[in-house]
Each structure stands twice: as structure tokens, then as C-alpha cells.
């Protein structure tokens, strides 16, 4: 029997009708005998259940087609849609939302499937068939929800973005791929999406409809940079308090949902939310992550509850299958190597799965000497003090070894502050025992590059006992510069650095505040952490004005991001003066940072 075409429109419309007949803040205006040139009439958007013209938000244009075929596939279709058509929607309407209903041959609804064309969609659309020539698109269209919330989500979410890419101009739609290439600096990214009361903050659902990504560019100009479809799982990273038994710890947790459901990973725990849950630990990261992975599993196996932020996340009855005696061992390894790195200070996280042999031999070594207080026999070794490196996964740890009267070293934390250091001086090369300093200001920019115990907290302790002082700044000072270098070449523990740069650039300013090296120095400490403020460009601009030396100006210069002046102070140099400017870590501010 073969079905009129008309009888075919007239059904998807009614069905397309029905579906929106529980959505309580629209109403359809629908045509049956499709008399629209290029739409078959518009869904009323209201802000509220009340329908009443003050309450009308807006009115949505749609295009409806009904078909007796199968659809193929199950997550979407393909639908081919004429050019022309999609030219009309964007010079017209601004967008329409396209339906296509599949029905059997008795008419019977199989799918309602659609499609938003925004003028970001439009756009890219008329953009590939310019490109292919074709008079007709083959495009992909997706499951109308059923869930009435979720329709009036698409409803609502439509017309907001219909308003926000009404009027901008086509340059400013980027399209796939462009986004990445682009130059643009935008001042502001925006992403809007609608959540009900009774939905997770981070949940797919709000997704299904699909997202566009905004940009706003100095002076105000708008730009829709990308949309975003349907998402395969989503998920937040931030600091949580998390509470198992008797334990507490602060985490990085993240928690998010997939299409199999909510979770939650904390380290190497994986937990599954829902009617039935389940819980997974395996050991991942480095020593501490790992000693605090299994004492949380291991008070969870005991309590059987979760606190997340204060409040129960979830609650179990046992977990029968874990082998606490095998937990509490694993935990016991684990407290040695981290008992050991918190006494050394030791700022990356090991990670036992990326240590050699060597590295385990060093940290063994280091734990007999500085936690059990083992002297060590060091061979080819019988001076009376030696300083030596442990280097340990691409990191360095200082050693001070003193020898002992059965020809055995005691070892010691070089950076520690309770150790200083003296200078020789003079001809007779006697020791500066006046002027004493903290041990890290013995150590050379390779050194500082590589350490993996530099804290400034214990450079602050031991400026406590050593302070600066006029007897001992010059070497300071020559030690900031080095600490610089290793900043700039990526250090190991480079945050750790810069706040060793920040207390030591700023003794040395404190000390004398009208020298010109040491407010350069202050200066570029600062602009590496980006506290380089207006006061001390005031500063800067005076010191250029007023100085009579030529790597002072260009360094002024420099930090002002004044290129062409500081170059030209550089090119009056003589070679060798400028050869020794270009070997200061200020010299790295001009070639590799952009201001």
C-alpha cells in the first residue's frame, strides 16, 4: 500500500506535537499541509508555565519531515538536507530546529531524531558544501529526548544561544580545527548550560543538547569559537577533605560520570556510585600518594564509610576481600621512604615504579645514614669532610659525609639549616668564620637545577642563623644569579627555587635598597613570579634614567620590555662586556620570555 505524502506530514507532525505536549513551558504551531516555504511553523518558548504574553521568551522556527524508512544505526542518522534550505535558516531565521520522524509502514513512530542549526552550525555547514560543491548535505541527526526537562533544556539553551551568535560576524565564527591555529587573545571564554535542582553539578545529561564555547577578545568583540557535542564523560579535579575510620587526609579528587555512571578516583582508588556501588584500590603514583591511598582504603575497609567534605559519600558493609595484613605491610614500606623524604625535604613525589636499582641502592644508603645513623664507608674516599650527590630519578639529593675515627663517614642533609658554610679568603685562603652563610649558597646552578631537598622554608630558618650581611652579600648575590639560571632552565623543583630567589633577592635588596645590582635583581625575581607591579616600573625607569652603567640601563630596559633601547645599550658594549651580559640570567628575560 503506498502512503500520500501528505498523510506521511501530517503524522510527523502530530507525533513531533505529542512529544513536546508534556514540556509545560512551550506550545507548538505546527502546519499540516506544509504550506511554509522553508518551515513548517514554531514552537512557543515561555519563561515560565504561565503562557501569557509578558511570559513569551521567544519563538522558535522548525522544519519537519516524516519518512517511512528505517532509520540506520542507533545513536544517530544520516539525513540529507538541502543547501538552499540552510542559506534560508540563517538569512531569515537565525536558525530552526530540524526534525525528522521515522515512522513503519502503518505508520507507527519508530524515532524522532534532530537537529540544531544555529548560525554556528549553519555556517559550518554551508562552509563544507562550498567546498564540495553538493547542492545537498548529508548531515547527522541525533534521538529527540524524551525527557521533558531535557526538551525544555533544548528549548531554552536554543534560544540563548540563537541571541548570543545573532548580529556577530561570519569572521568570527571559527570552525573546526581553526580555534587551535588561531592568534586571537581572548580576554574571556564562557561556556553557559542549564542545571535542574535534582541534577549533579557534574553530569552528562545537561550535555545531551550539545554546548557552545564563546570568546571575548579585547575591546568587547565576540567570537563563537566551537560547539560541543554530546560528551562521553565529564569530570571536576580539585582539593577535597576525605575521611575513612580513624584517617583524614586532604586530596586531589576527581569526580565525574560516564556513561557507565558517577565516580569518584582518589589516586589509585576508584569508587562507582550508585544502587551498586563498588570500590577499587590498586598502588599508583609516587611513595606519599601511595602511603596515602592505602591508609584511606585501608580505614574505609574497616569502617565501611566515606566523609567527603564533612559529609558521608557512601557506606558499605564490609570489604571482605581485602587482605588487610597485606595493606598494612605494603603501608609499613611505604612510611620508610616517606618518613625519609620528609626528613630530607624532599620535594617530588618518587614514583617506585619509575626508580632503577640504583636509585632504590641510593635511598637505601641515605635512609641507613640519616634515619638509622649509620656511618658509611665511602670508597676512595679519606678526607676529613666530602660532599657528594645521590641522584635519584632525574633529581639530586646534597650529601655532607664527615669523617669518622674508624675511617667511616657520618652523613648530613647539606641544605639543612643547621649547617653553614665559610669562604676563603685573602691570600692565606683562612676561612671568613665572621660572615657564615646558609649551606644552599654553596651549590652551583647544576646543583640547584637538580635538587630535589630545596625548601624555603629551611633557607628561611637557616637566614635566621646566617642572616645577609655586607660581609657575605657578594656570594650571596652570586648564588641568587645561579639559582636564576637553574630557574630558567626548567629545575626540577622550579617553584620551590623561585620562592628561594624571592627570600634571597629580597635580603639582599633589604641590605642595601640603592644598589642598583640588587634591585635588578629583586626586579627579575619578581617578574618571574609576575609581581613585577607599577611601583617597581617606576623604580626601573628612574635606575635607567639615572645610571652611568650601560648593563644596568639594558637590564632596566630588559624588564620594562622596552627591546629596541635595551639592544641598543647592548650593541655599545665591547665584546667581551657584552659576551658576560649575554652569560646573566637577565639576558633570558630578553630572548625567551614574551611580555
Known amino acids: 500500500m503506498i502512503i500520500d505524502n501528505k498523510k506521511i506530514g501530517e503524522s510527523a507532525v502530530d507525533y513531533l506535537s505529542y512529544a513536546f505536549i508534556r514540556v509545560i513551558n512551550v506550545l507548538t504551531h505546527f ?35 516524516g519518512t517511512l524508512k528505517k532509520p540506520s544505526g542507533s545513536g544517530s542518522v544520516k539525513y540529507r538536507v538541502n543547501v538552499t534550505d540552510l542559506e534560508k535558516y540563517l538569512m531569515s531565521y537565525d536558525g530552526v530546529l530540524y526534525f525528522v520522524v521515522f515512522m513503519d509502514k502503518s505508520l507507527n513512530l519508530r524515532q524522532i531524531y534532530y537537529k540544531q542549526y544555529l548560525p554556528y552550525d549553519i555556517r559550518e555547514a554551508l562552509r563544507r558544501s562550498k567546498a564540495e560543491g553538493q547542492v545537498t548535505l548529508t548531515e547527522r541527526f541525533y534521538p529527540l529526548p524524551d525527557d521533558p526537562l531535557q526538551l ?24 573546526p580545527g581553526e580555534l ?32 557552545y564555547l564563546y570568546g571575548t577578545a579585547r575591546g568587547g568583540k565576540r567570537y563563537v569559537l566551537e560547539r560541543i557535542g554530546s560528551l562521553e ?16 587526609c586532604e586530596a586531589v579528587a576527581n569526580v565525574g560520570e560516564d556513561r557507565d555512571g558517577r565516580f569518584l578516583t582518589v589516586g589509585g582508588i576508584s569508587i562507582r556510585l550508585g544502587e551498586t556501588g563498588t570500590i577499587k584500590f590498586v598502588e599508583r603514583g609516587g611513595f606519599r600518594n601511595r602511603l596515602r591511598d592505602a591508609r584511606l582504603f585501608r580505614g574505609f575497609a574497616r569502617s565501611g564509610e566515606l566523609f567527603f567534605d564533612g559529609a558521608l559519600l557512601g557506606r558499605v558493609g564490609s570489604l ?20 625519609l623524604m620528609d626528613l630530607l625535604g624532599v620535594v617530588p613525589d618518587w614514583d617506585p615504579s619509575e626508580l632503577s636499582r640504583k636509585d632504590f641502592s641510593q635511598i637505601g644508603r641515605l635512609g641507613e645514614g640519616l634515619m638509622d645513623g649509620k656511618h658509611l664507608s665511602i670508597s676512595g674516599h679519606s678526607e676529613n669532610l666530602i660532599v657528594f650527590n645521590c641522584d635519584i630519578a632525574g633529581s639530586r639529593v646534597k650529601v655532607l659525609g664527615r669523617l669518622d675515627d674508624d675511617g667511616l663517614y657520618e652523613i648530613f642533609d647539606l641544605t639543612s639549616p643547621d649547617l653553614t658554610f665559610a669562604v676563603c679568603r685573602g691570600e692565606n685562603g683562612e676561612l671568613d668564620t665572621d660572615n657564615p652563610m646558609p ?19 629551611k633557607l628561611e630558618k637557616a637566614l635566621e642563623r646566617c642572616p ?33 630567589c624571592d627570600i634571597t633577592s629580597k635580603a639582599l635588596y633589604n641590605l642595601e635598597p640603592n644598589s642598583g645590582v640588587y634591585k635588578i635583581n629583586r626586579a627579575q625575581t619578581l617578574f618571574r613570579m609576575r609581581k613585577l607591579d607599577e611601583d617597581w616600573k617606576c623604580q626601573l625607569r628612574e635606575i635607567a634614567a639615572s645610571t652611568d652603567s650601560k648593563e644596568i640601563r639594558a637590564s632596566s630596559f630588559i624588564l620594562l620590555g622596552q627591546r629596541e633601547l635595551a639592544t641598543t645599550c647592548l650593541d655599545s658594549l665591547d665584546e667581551l662586556e657584552r659576551k658576560r651580559f649575554m652569560t646573566w640570567p637577565i639576558y633570558n628575560l630578553l630572548e625567551r620570555y614574551s611580555y
Open 31 to 65: 502546519a499540516k499541509n506544509d504550506t511554509g516555504v522553508c518551515v513548517d511553523g514554531e514552537i512557543e518558548v515561555y519563561s515560565g508555565a504561565a503562557m501569557t504574553k509578558e511570559s513569551l521568551y521567544s519563538e522558535i522556527q522548525v522544519q519537519i519531515k
Open 439 to 457: 649551606t644552599l649558597y654553596s651549590l652551583a646552578s647544576e646543583d640547584f637545577g637538580l635538587l630535589a631537598n630545596i625548601r624555603s622554608t
Open 180 to 211: 587551535e591555529s588561531s592568534e586571537i587573545k581572548f580576554e574571556k571564554i564562557e561556556l553557559s548550560k542549564t542545571f535542574y535542582s535534582d541534577e549533579f553539578p557534574i553530569s552528562l545529561k545537561p550535555f545531551e543538547t550539545g554546548a
Open 468 to 500: 645577609v650581611a655586607i660581609g657575605n652579600a657578594d656570594t650571596v648575590n652570586n648564588a641568587l644569579l645561579e639559582m636564576l639560571v637553574a630557574y630558567d632552565k626548567e629545575a626540577v623543583c622550579e617553584k620551590e627555587l623561585l620562592s628561594c
Open 320 to 339: 571482605n576481600n581485602t587482605d588487610l595484613d597485606d595493606l598494612n605491610n605494603r603501608i609499613g614500606a611505604c612510611e620508610k621512604f616517606v618518613s
Open 152 to 175: 525544555r533544556r533544548l528549548c531554552m539553551e536554543f534560544v540563548s544561544d540563537q541571541r548570543k551568535q545573532k548580529g556577530i560576524d561570519e569572521a568570527c565564527f571559527l570552525m
Open 233 to 248: 564523560m565529564i569530570q571536576s579535579t580539585s582539593s577535597h577533605t576525605l575521611k575513612a575510620g580513624d584517617y583524614e
